[in-house]
């Protein structure tokens, strides 16, 4: 059964931190080599935030989060995690991750499987 479930989003001021979670299946995590963020603001486009590869632990991020959000991983655990910190106002959007397989980890078409997505709120 392919599953991706989000959590971890809500509401904050700016320069806070949240960590968000994604608990992926047992056969999500087995059929897929990448697993990623993105996210999606009211009225813009969804956009890649940072992935990384399972196997390899290899790490990526978008320009606008780098030194800021931290993605990982507990295999153990099927569960991908990013640290948000220092989140400013533009950092609100629904928050998507998403599993998939080898390719550009920044293209949401190499990406076979979405969660339903996090609200992340973030207030100035």
């Known amino acids: 059964q392919v599953q991706l479930v989000e959590s971890g989003g809500g509401s904050v001021q700016a320069g806070r931190s949240l960590r968000l979670s994604c608990v992926a299946s047992e056969y999500t995590y087995m059929v897929t080599t990448c697993m990623g963020w993105f996210r999606q603001a009211a009225g813009k486009e969804r956009e890649a935030v940072a992935a990384?590869?399972?196997?390899?632990?290899?790490?990526y991020y978008a320009d606008s989060v780098k030194g800021r959000f931290t993605i990982s991983q507990d295999n153990a655990k099927n569960t991908v995690y990013l640290q948000m910190n220092s989140l400013e106002p533009e950092d609100t959007a629904m928050y998507y991750c998403a599993g998939g397989g080898g390719g550009v980890w920044y293209a949401p078409t190499l990406y076979n499987y979405w969660g339903q997505g996090t609200q992340v709120t973030v207030s100035s």
């Open positions: 990384i590869y399972t196997g390899t632990g290899s790490t």
